[in-house]
């Protein structure tokens, strides 16, 4: 007779927090947590990013538009937090001129050079070269743009690689401890006593539990499943999805530099480099009432987008090399326009007393997911009162630790591997700083590297990205932990799902 008892459920003990979302706020809250010394489990449903946090704009930016909204906080934190997260990852973060166009009909130039004066001084820059006025019927910036734009300002804002800086930060947390689980459902959490149990199924359908002192609910656009269908509670708050899509097209101009364009509808877009050869254009504002799995962009965003640049450029791309959307999770604040939605944050905590706590949170950006964080492990202080204070600010992401230019520790790894090429070293540098030697070892030449996949992705680095930051799909591999997937033939792409799978 066959044994068909249950396989008991994998339990993880107790923790002090237990966190569910494996977006950027979540990461950021588990690598700060753990830091403390706190004793830290945190599980996402898909792979890490796979949400928002891989579907930005790619920036770290204080937000120009918003001080249109009167958004002067946000903006101050968000530019003081820009300089921050520079010194933290500048592997993964680089600062990025700015070119605005100016458009009379959308905004005229004393507001424009207003928003720009108090810009540069509202955060305390440091870093970063301040904004200038630009005749682009000279300026080579100009040297794209339509006849009729003969005017223009700069201003300094930052690149991220949005999903790496939640893998890093994540990965920061499992060297402090933390346990990380992808691919981990959060079931149902109830009170027990003072501590909360929580139910997970993983994604081979395997149960596991922890108990936890405190819940963080960053979950994103999910926050309120878990409030309601997770916890089953109810909560006053509520976020807003935006769903906003993005176009990837063959770079058209010369130089380093973006674009940042006012369209007819007083919305901006963003025309930034993408890698070596590739140009990221976004983003439309939608309001979004479908599932968050579920979105994808549309022809009518297609055009819009198209459309902005016909207006602005002389010989904009017709081709599109890919495309994505994601939605954002903004906190409702009753506003009209999508653009107007606050992109400020709030949090909600459910407990008082002996009871456990479930901080909830409600909106966010990326530039300040790291302020979020300090804030959150605030409103829990009471329930741990001796936690330490605050510490990320002044330490490096895992890679982020080398002093001096990045082209210096390209140079260095030039050294150390000759034979190896440039692109592939530039490649490593830029994904993981100072652990590229990590990845490289002891390797010579590129027969060292295993398999190749093509483009500058070897067998080694997939590897790597298996053992110490948790992929194990194609796109965790080519998409997320790195942007690979861009340079890749269909051919290859399947190539390498088929080794995967192996």
Partial sequence: MTDTAPVAARDHGLVDIAVIGGGINGAGIARDAAGRGLKVLLCEKDDFAEGTSSRSGKL?????????YYEFRLVREALIE???????????IWPMRFVLPHSPEQRPAWLVRAG???????????RLPPSRSLDLSRAPEGEPLRGEFRRGFEYSDCWVDDARLVILNLVDASRHGARILPRTRAVRARRAADTWQLEMKAEDGGAQIVRARALVNAAGPWVQDVVKGVAGLNSIHNVRLVKGSHLVVPKFWSGQHAYLLQN????????????DDLALIGTTEIPYNGR????????????????VLRRYFRNPPRDIVHAFSGVRPLYDDNAENPSAVTRDYVFEIDGSGNAPPLLSIFGGKITTYRKLAEH?????????????????AAKPLPGGDFVGAFADLVADLQRDYPDLPQTLLRHCVRLYGTRASELLGSARTCADLGRHFGGDFYEREACYLRETEWATRAADFLDRRTKRGLHLTPAQRAAFEAAIGK
Avoid at 82 to 92: D, K, N, Y
Avoid at 300 to 306: A, K, V
């Fill in 82 to 92: 820009r300089e921050v997260l520079l010194a933290s990852a500048p592997h993964i």
């Fill in 376 to 392: 959150a492990l605030q409103r829990l202080r009471p329930w741990f009162p001796t936690m330490p204070g605050g510490w990320t």
């Fill in 116 to 126: 720009l004066f108090l810009y540069d001084h509202l955060g305390g820059r440091e």
């Fill in 60 to 68: 770290v930016h204080g937000g120009l538009r918003y001080l249109e």
């Fill in 264 to 275: 007819d509808d007083r919305r901006v877009i963003f025309v930034n480099p993408y890698g």
């Fill in 292 to 307: 968050a799995e579920d979105v994808a962009i549309d022809d009518t965003e297609i055009e819009y987008l198209q459309r």
